[in-house]
């Protein structure tokens, strides 16, 4: 734990502070939690580990895009609602703007523009590897290294399955899937839910055997809604298994009550004027804009507005996952249902939301509706309904994790959340391992599409890495200067090829 005075953040420094995270904050999602960390914590010296932990459990355990949460309730805490729509909006604008722009941009010159970012957005990722690699050896290391590190392989196990096989399968040149269905390979709300099962009944377990069989429930939970589970068929018997876990939590609660324990009730006032303030004016913008562009834009009547920023917030609100997942949400609720071309979604839209900094959630929300309003009502009207789109989702997001906020500050003296903050960053560290593995496969494909192998690829990322690790130790340079070079270094050696 960190034992430091904090200082006190102006709205202009918090908005800046985010800002500046959104502008270098390749990898999007979880990879910006040791970013964010960072600049508050270790930087800014704004807040305390333990704080810093609390928003990371809430920007995980909420839906919609997690570092944007992290700007909205981290803001919230340094500076009340202002701060939260400083941190919010600040952390937002970056990877919006540069979408929207470059979206723009290839419409003129072609998508083949997309592959200059690309060869910079190996050096990138090199440097956010850094970062990660960093933090989950950082985060083990505190408490108990054996559990945490446990616990932190075991969610790797349960949620990388995918990228383990897919690095494979380019360093060895073949197919992935040659490697058969990975085992779990689980969704990040799985793991959380797995996680959260066996957190709460800590409090209530009276020997190991109960232990034991608590995480084989959960295994048991995790087999039904991983890869191989649900090409058995088993998926579909993961509600009832959950409902299993369900009565378990509620037997244990109920037949094993501590009557001496501090009772621990959510009453209404947990969630107060100051959170609902929040909470309206992170939803007033975006909702005011869309009544601008109702009466000032001449929009084809063929284009139904109001359903359309409809289906924005009702996708952030399920999207559970991450950016990754939020590409299948996307999918399935506006290019099935043909407000997008499947074509513009999936060689301009994701490649650009993948090689740009910023939440990928609010990327491709204002990337859609750049392509949405400029079929609409032209190039003025794709920027217009963009803007309103990414903070739209931003807004949605934010508004359940400050909520969801307000209600973990009323139980923080409950057993669980003591076993909450001990036990779930090694779990968040296993997915971070996950999400490395992701941003190094998307980079041996962009190497190999010019015809370098995968392992020299790797290896280049491998010896990039030690390289930041040596300069930022060696010469204390700071973050943006290294990520610049490192992305000028990949672009100026894959641009030979």
């Known amino acids: 734990m ?82 939260a729509l400083a941190g919010a909006i600040g952390v937002t604008l970056p990877g919006l703007i540069f979408t929207v722009a470059f979206m723009a941009l290839f419409s003129i010159l072609g998508g083949e523009a997309i592959n200059y970012f690309n060869y910079a957005s190996v050096g990138i990722t090199a440097f ?49 899937k040659a490697f058969g269905t990975p085992l779990f390979d689980i969704p990040t709300i799985d793991l959380i839910i797995m996680a959260f099962f066996v957190i709460l009944l800590l409090e209530k377990l009276r020997s190991r055997t109960e232990l034991a069989l608590s995480v084989l429930l959960s295994l048991i939970y995790a087999f039904s809604k991983g890869k191989t589970g649900a090409l058995l068929g088993l998926d579909r018997f993961s509600g009832f298994i959950l409902l299993v876990m369900g009565l378990a939590i509620v037997a244990a609660y109920t037949l094993r009550r501590d009557k001496n324990a501090k009772k621990n009730v959510i009453s209404p006032k947990s969630i107060g004027k100051s959170e609902l303030t929040a909470v309206g004016l992170l939803l007033f913008i975006p909702v005011i804009l869309i009544l601008a562009l109702k009466l000032l834009l001449p929009l084809s009547s063929d284009y139904n507005l109001t359903d359309f920023f409809i289906k924005v917030v009702t996708s952030t609100i399920t999207s559970f996952g991450g950016g990754e997942a939020y590409v299948s949400v996307a999918d399935g609720i506006f ?50 309904v963009a803007l309103t789109s990414g903070l739209m989702a931003a807004g949605a997001c934010c508004a359940v994790a400050i909520i969801v906020m307000a209600l973990y500050d009323s139980l923080k003296e409950w057993e669980f959340i003591r076993n909450l903050k001990k036990y779930i960053l090694p779990v968040i560290c296993g997915m971070l391992l996950s999400t490395s593995c992701a941003m190094i496969f998307e980079s041996m494909k962009i190497a190999g599409s010019i015809g370098i192998p995968g392992f020299a690829s790797i290896v280049y990322i491998v010896l990039s890495v030690i390289g930041i690790h040596y300069l930022h130790k060696r010469f204390g340079l700071h973050d943006v200067v290294l990520l610049i070079l490192s992305a000028a270094l990949s672009f100026g050696i894959l641009i030979l090829f």
């Not at 995270?21 to 580990?49: C, H, R, W, Y």
Request: include cysteine; hydrophobic fraction near 45%; glycine fraction near 12%.
């Open 2 to 83: 960190t034992n430091m005075k904090e200082k006190k953040l102006s709205i202009i420094k918090i908005f800046i502070s985010f800002l500046k995270i959104g502008t270098i904050g390749f990898g999007g999602g979880s990879a910006l939690i040791p970013v964010v960390e960072k600049e508050l914590v270790q930087d800014q010296k704004a807040m305390n580990d333990q704080d810093y932990l609390k928003h990371t459990v809430v920007a995980n355990i909420t839906p919609g895009a997690l570092p944007v949460k992290l700007g909205a309730t981290c803001g919230y805490q340094l500076r009340g609602e202002a701060g």
């Open 128 to 176: 956010i590897v850094f970062l990660l690699i960093s933090y989950v050896l950082r985060t083990v290391k505190t408490g108990h290294r054996r559990i945490n590190m446990a616990l932190c392989l075991t969610a790797f196990a349960l949620t990388g399955g995918k990228e383990i096989r897919e690095i494979l399968g380019e360093l060895l040149n073949i197919d992935y």
């Open 335 to 384: 290019v099935q249902s043909g407000f997008i071309n499947p074509d513009e979604f999936y060689t301009r839209l994701v490649p650009v939301a993948n090689s740009l900094p910023g939440p990928i959630l609010i990327k491709i929300a204002g990337g859609m509706g750049f392509i949405f309003g400029k079929q609409a009502g032209g190039t003025l009207a794709g920027w217009a």
